[in-house]
Nanobody, 112 residues
Framework: QVQLVESGGGLVQPGGSLRLSCVAS????????MSWYRQAPGKERELVAT??????SYAASVKGRFTISRDNAKNTLYLQMNSLKPEDTAVYYC???????WGQGTQVTVSS
């Protein structure tokens, strides 16, 4: 079955950077469009970034600051987050398009 394990979150000051990872198993990773989502307290889960064969696409709120990438040989999805803002605070999840599987997420907290 599809398994996704996110890591790399933590506490960072505004303006700082983090790199999230998502290790996938149980499916042919290279064949799937992959996405990062996030959910802040009291808010709905929102799409942050997606990567397919044509490259990455981003939510307006993170465009120019975040970069999504993947290593198909390692079955791993990444999210490089730069110039972090307090409003980026959320639990971040990865997802394979068309599946309903979610990992446990990784907490990102941006605070001084």
């Amino acid at each position: 079955q599809v398994q996704l394990v996110e890591s790399g979150g933590g506490l960072v000051q505004p303006g700082g950077s983090l790199r999230l990872s998502c290790v996938a198993s149980g499916f042919t990773f290279s064949s799937y469009v992959m996405s990062w989502y996030r959910q802040a307290p009291g808010k709905e889960r929102e799409l942050v970034a997606t990567i397919g064969s044509a490259g990455g696409s981003y939510a307006a709120s993170v465009k120019g600051r975040f970069t999504i990438s993947r290593d198909n040989a390692k079955n791993t999805l990444y999210l490089q987050m730069n110039s972090l803002k307090p409003e980026d605070t959320a639990v971040y999840y990865c997802n394979a398009r068309g599946t309903s599987s979610w990992g446990q997420g990784t907490q990102v907290t941006v605070s001084s």
